[in-house]
């Protein structure tokens, strides 16, 4: 893929389990929804982190979507 504004990659990510968390709301308060997952439900929940980064799922485009509408899903890849 050619580089482009929205910094936009292809990457494969690995086949395994994840915690996922629907976000609601502005992508620029993603930070929150990844803070709760790592801060409070991950030890609460006993599993183990995988060594792969935090990834998204936008399940609306920003540009057709009002912010207050927009969906994500954060998957958190785990053991």
């Not at 982190?49 to 890849?77: G, I, K, M, Q």
Request: net charge negative; charged share 20%; proline share 9%.
């Amino acid at each position: 893929m050619p580089a482009n504004p929205q910094g936009v990659i292809v990457k494969q990510i690995p086949g395994g389990r994840c915690a996922v968390a629907r976000h609601r709301g502005s992508h620029h308060d993603l930070g929150d929804t990844i803070w709760h997952l790592y801060r409070e439900w991950l030890p609460a929940s006993g599993e183990t982190l995988r060594d792969f980064p935090v990834y998204f799922h936008y399940l609306n485009l920003a540009s057709d979507t009002p912010e207050h509408l927009l969906l994500t899903d954060v998957h958190l890849p785990l053991r």
